[in-house]
């Protein structure tokens, strides 16, 4: 079989990439040497792609389910045009203290709304339609999550769910997250109210798409 993802590719991928703004590298920095997880947040080939999406759909508003530091929101918000809004959702204080100080310094902090707590007890009071929602919190409610965003995104619209192929434990799954996350890429392959592609960026992203 022949290796599609040699080690290093997805340097290079990034290399050949328009980089993030400079806020980005900002927090980066800090998620790496104030938190204890910093690999929950999404990379800058990732932040890329994400901020892509937003303007190959003309998306204005958007729903986000685990924060973290903000790297991605930061990234959303940077694409979505002016009167755009992100609504994003964490439960973490300190890693959402950590955003709000670089939502702060940002120019699209007025695009920024977030909410602390329990998503799924968020959720109950986010009105939608959501133009994508994009889903990156606890594995094994993503299940949860995902009917949740079905009810939100409006039709034709996107429900992005990262770290579907879970460093490939997917193919074995052994533990709760991995099996949830298994579980749910194979409900969504089976859903007839979407289509989906399942993409091996990063640490697999779902892209599901509202019909």
């Not at 340097?11 to 703004?21: F, G, I, T, V």
């Not at 890429?185 to 007839?192: L, T, V």
Request: proline share 6%; net charge neutral; with cysteine.
């Amino acid at each position: 079989m022949i290796e599609l993802r040699p080690l290093g590719i997805e340097d290079y991928a990034e290399r050949h990439s328009k980089p993030l703004s400079d806020i980005h590298s900002k927090v980066w920095l800090e998620t790496f040497t104030k938190t204890r997880s910093p690999g929950m947040m999404v990379g800058a080939l990732e932040g890329a792609f994400l901020k892509m999406l937003v303007r190959m759909t003309g998306a204005r508003r958007i729903l986000e389910i685990g924060m973290f530091t903000g790297y991605s929101t930061l990234a959303w918000a940077e694409a979505l045009p002016k009167g755009g809004h992100i609504v994003s959702c964490d439960i973490n204080p300190e890693t959402t203290e950590i955003a709000r100080h670089y939502f702060a310094q940002s120019a699209h902090a007025d695009k920024i709304e977030v909410k602390l707590g329990p998503a799924l007890f968020s959720l109950k009071f986010i009105p939608g339609p959501f133009d994508i929602c994009f889903i990156d919190a606890d594995k094994e409610s993503y299940g949860d999550y995902y009917d949740a965003c079905m009810e939100l995104v409006r039709s034709k619209g996107l429900i992005v769910l990262d770290n579907m192929l879970r460093s490939g434990r997917v193919l074995d799954p052994k533990d709760p997250g991995s099996q949830a996350i298994d579980a749910l890429n194979k409900r969504i392959r089976h859903d007839p109210r979407v289509d989906n592609v399942l993409l091996p960026l990063r640490d697999g992203i779902m892209l599901v798409y509202k019909l």
